[in-house]
């Protein structure tokens, strides 16, 4: 059965996890992704080099976010990449990108030159803190959000908070929003024939998933957030216990 994005292709310029993991959502709704790596190949790829599949380049993560893709590298700071990707783009319905904000537009690819070669063009760019802002030329990683956000402080106890989420939560979290966005702005453009712009921000999308209880109790009605172990903000009891 074909996938509901078996029509659609996608040029990916992301690297690492967030971008990645968000094009992977779309390759596993059919959708005919063609990931552009360096010339090195992507980082995820190698891991530690500890085992064969990683010294092969097929690092367990990375095949994770980007099985069923077509991969191609280059160099893009060489201009004849930069002429590839650009006889690549009229062929695509979207590109999507995580560079830090300005960089697409310094090699000379970013929106609004890519949009003079196919205005139907969806462009998706994912970054840290959006694409502008004060912090928006800030590099960022999951653990970055994480601390910004306020996700942190609110995992652990009351003793051992502000600590880690247990698993890239905010690489995840920017992967959905921006692989939902990119959906519905292909649907937009089966009514309007218009390509679009979409700017994900991995904090916005983190503290979205934080709206209900965390968010919303702070700002109707000035209930503080803090860590609560396995306890519940509305419930009880609604823990974690040792059963039979």
């Known amino acids: 059965m074909a996938g509901a994005l078996s029509h659609i292709r996608v040029l990916d310029l992301t690297r690492v996890l967030a971008g990645p993991y968000a094009s992977y959502q779309l390759a596993l709704l059919g959708a005919d992704v063609i990931k552009v790596e ?8 190698y891991g530690t080099r500890s085992n064969d599949w990683e010294k ?11 099985a069923g893709k ?4 280059m160099d893009l700071k060489s201009p004849k990449a930069i002429e590839a990707v650009m006889r690549l783009v ?4 979207v590109v999507m990108e995580n560079f830090r904000p300005g960089v697409m537009d310094k090699l000379g690819i970013g929106w609004e030159t890519l949009k003079k070669v196919n ?11 959006g694409q502008d802002g004060p912090l928006s030329q800030r590099p960022a990683y999951d653990q970055i959000i994480q601390g910004f956000s306020g996700l942190m402080s609110l995992t652990g106890t ?15 979290m ?16 089966q009514k309007t024939g218009e390509g679009e712009y979409i700017d994900v921000a991995m904090l916005d999308s983190t503290l979205a998933t934080m709206a209900a209880w965390i968010v919303s109790n702070y700002l109707n009605a000035g209930a503080v957030p803090k860590p609560m172990g396995n306890e519940n903000h509305t419930a009880a009891p609604s823990g974690t216990y040792r059963c039979k």
């Not at 205005?119 to 803190?129: D, K, Q």
């Not at 920017?174 to 453009?189: D, I």
Request: hydrophobic share 50%; aromatic share 8%.
């Open 119 to 129: 205005p139907r063009l969806i462009y998706c760019a994912v970054s840290g803190f």
């Open 174 to 189: 920017g992967a959905m929003t921006a692989a939902f966005a990119v959906c519905a702005a292909l649907v937009r453009k």
């Open 56 to 66: 092969r380049g097929l690092a367990a993560p990375w095949v994770a976010v980007n």
């Open 70 to 73: 077509r991969s191609i590298t």
């Open 38 to 45: 360096a010339l090195e190949g992507d980082e995820m790829r």
């Open 158 to 172: 009351p003793q051992t908070a502000p600590t880690r989420a247990g698993y890239l939560a905010c690489d995840a």
């Open 90 to 93: 009229p062929k695509v319905d």
